[in-house]
């Protein structure tokens, strides 16, 4: 009874750390289109040049180091060692914060050095305020890990939440200030940073909160002591390259950051031109990430019970939820790319009020699958305690992509960087899948119901041309407003035909549909071939 408590305890605490990090990511995605509003090409271009490096301090203090240490408490308790000042916090505070220090230290001093690569020598500011963000990991890492490693999870997920808000409310109010005040728009990126900074503090504000309710349980007096490099190893190995496979999309944008710009001008465009362009381009990432994170979540809520399985030695059952982890990322990434690549034009104007980039950001959209595809392999290679080869392979797709971009945005513009990103990402979706069936025999093929899902594809893509010509009929696309009533109805009911088509045409089996809301009454719509 003891042991099915605790399971279900576990369980719960992953789901709430799920939803707080669904939560984070929408909220990543979601705030930078009234950014581009506010702040222009121009302002985005800036921000969109330091965002990388302040959601890799993001990601490594939520996916990286607190997954490091909370292995590192699990293993003390299964000891029988408590958790004290001298044997624990004291060793891992003292390498945490050399990691920090050197971090800070890279992108603070070279802070100079990195903008001359970007080709902006005027991003050393918001860089070097970028940097400062770093200083905080040890503090939000040892919290959120030691609360993780005692089966806590609320403190982690609450205080998750809480810097995401604290953050974004700070980015955009600082954006409106100074775009509204006339300062130069590398305050904004500034600004961006400082509302990273403030959001930690605030993560700290709480988990210290937490800390004081929980301080009998988190600070016993122990003889026993952690090896400095016993931790070192722990945080690079656990923390820095499960991170990594987390950081893909950054990635690009980190690979894109130091390429594009000095590139677009070998297509041409004067250095302005070059970073309003970038600017356009750097729209689809939030699209982008917005389809990765809903094609992913149903999809990654499997991953658990496959390493459960996969604990208990049930091949085929670990085989079965794989192929339906699989299964369900590429019928949701695939409606979201086909969906957003038709109404790409109408969505471009509305969010982001012109058409500009539309090519280039079609591009992207078919990124989505891919992406999508490759997370959900990245968890399930994670479950299987496979971690350096999928990180190796998102290293891979970084070479790639710097290399592609040199290459195809001096001939193909805006273009050769949404190309260049696809291209990458699908090397790394390759690679997970060798490394995948060389650990179990794995073909996708025979879980996707490829019939029903090109159908079902044509279904959605006839309804959203005939809504969106009836609108246009009707109501006319004079104003940006205009496009809101488009969108809302193409998308909408473009979605609910695929849906419901999927479930008409047998795509799905009972087991699958029991892991959807309302299945009993997906059941009920679903009509089977003999």
């Known amino acids: 009874m003891a042991v099915h408590n605790k399971q279900q305890r576990l369980m719960r605490g992953a789901l709430l750390l799920t939803l707080a990090g669904l939560f984070g990511k929408v909220l990543s995605a979601g705030y930078r289109i009234p950014l581009q509003n506010i702040a222009?090409?121009?302002?985005?271009?800036?921000?969109?040049?330091?965002y990388p490096i302040l959601g890799m301090a993001w990601m490594i203090s939520i996916y990286g180091f607190p997954v490091a240490i909370s292995s590192l408490v699990a293993r003390a308790r299964a000891r029988g060692e408590s958790l004290s000042v001298r044997g624990f916090y004291a060793p891992v505070f003292i390498v945490m914060v050399g990691i920090s220090v050197v971090l800070f230290s890279v992108f603070y001093f070279g802070s100079s050095a990195i903008a001359s690569f970007m080709g902006?020598?005027?991003?050393?500011m918001p860089l070097r305020v970028t940097a400062t963000v770093f200083l905080l990991l040890p503090f939000t890492s040892i919290g959120r890990g030691v609360f993780q490693g005692i089966d806590e999870m609320t403190p982690t997920a609450v205080s998750q939440m809480v810097e995401q808000v604290v953050r974004v409310l700070v980015i955009i109010s600082a954006t409106l200030f100074f775009v509204g005040n006339g300062y130069s728009y590398y305050y904004v990126g500034s600004g961006a940073a400082f509302g990273s900074i403030l959001g930690g503090l605030a993560a700290c504000l709480v988990l210290s909160l937490y800390i004081t309710k929980h301080r009998s349980l988190l600070l016993n007096p122990s003889a026993s002591f952690i090896p400095i490099r016993e931790i070192l190893k722990m945080m690079v190995l656990s923390g820095l390259f499960l991170c990594v496979n987390y950081m893909l999309l950054l990635l690009m944008q980190f690979a894109d950051a130091f390429t594009m710009v000095s590139s677009l001008k070998g297509y041409g465009l004067l250095l302005e031109e070059a970073q309003e362009m970038k600017g356009v381009f750097d729209r689809g990432y939030p699209l982008l990430q917005l389809g990765t994170v809903l094609a992913s979540s149903l999809a990654l809520a499997i991953v658990p019970s496959v390493t459960k399985k996969r604990l208990e030695n049930k091949t085929t059952e670990v085989k079965e939820n794989a192929g339906q982890a699989m299964k369900l990322s590429f019928l949701i990434s695939i409606a979201a790319s086909v969906g957003l690549f038709l109404v790409l034009p109408e969505v471009n104007i509305l969010l982001f009020k012109s058409s500009e980039g539309v090519i280039a950001l079609r591009i992207l959209s078919v990124v989505i699958v891919f992406a999508s595809m490759t997370l959900t392999l990245s968890s399930l290679l994670q479950g299987f305690g496979i971690v350096f080869l999928p990180a190796f392979a998102v290293a891979i797709g970084m070479i790639?992509?710097?290399?592609?971009?040199?290459?195809?945005?001096p001939e193909m513009g805006l273009a050769g960087s949404g190309l260049a990103t696809l291209i990458s990402i699908?090397?790394?979706f390759l690679s997970n899948i060798v490394v995948f069936k060389k650990r179990i025999p794995f073909s996708l093929r025979a879980y996707i119901p490829w019939r029903a899902t090109f159908f079902s594809l044509g279904v959605m893509t006839v309804t959203i041309f005939v809504t969106g010509g009836a609108?246009?009929?009707?109501?006319g696309m004079q104003q940006r407003q205009d496009y809101v009533g488009y969108c809302i109805l193409t998308i909408g009911l473009g979605a609910v035909s695929y849906g419901v088509s999927l479930l008409k045409t047998g795509a799905f089996t009972d087991k699958e549909l029991d892991y959807f809301p309302k299945s009993t009454k997906l059941k009920r719509l679903t009509k089977r071939r003999s």
Request: proline share 3%.
């Open 40 to 50: 222009g090409d121009i302002g985005f271009y800036i921000y969109q040049q330091v």
């Open 120 to 124: 902006d020598p005027r991003l050393r």
């Open 471 to 475: 609108y246009r009929q009707f109501i």
């Open 400 to 409: 790639v992509k710097v290399v592609l971009n040199m290459i195809l945005i």
């Open 426 to 428: 699908c090397v790394v």
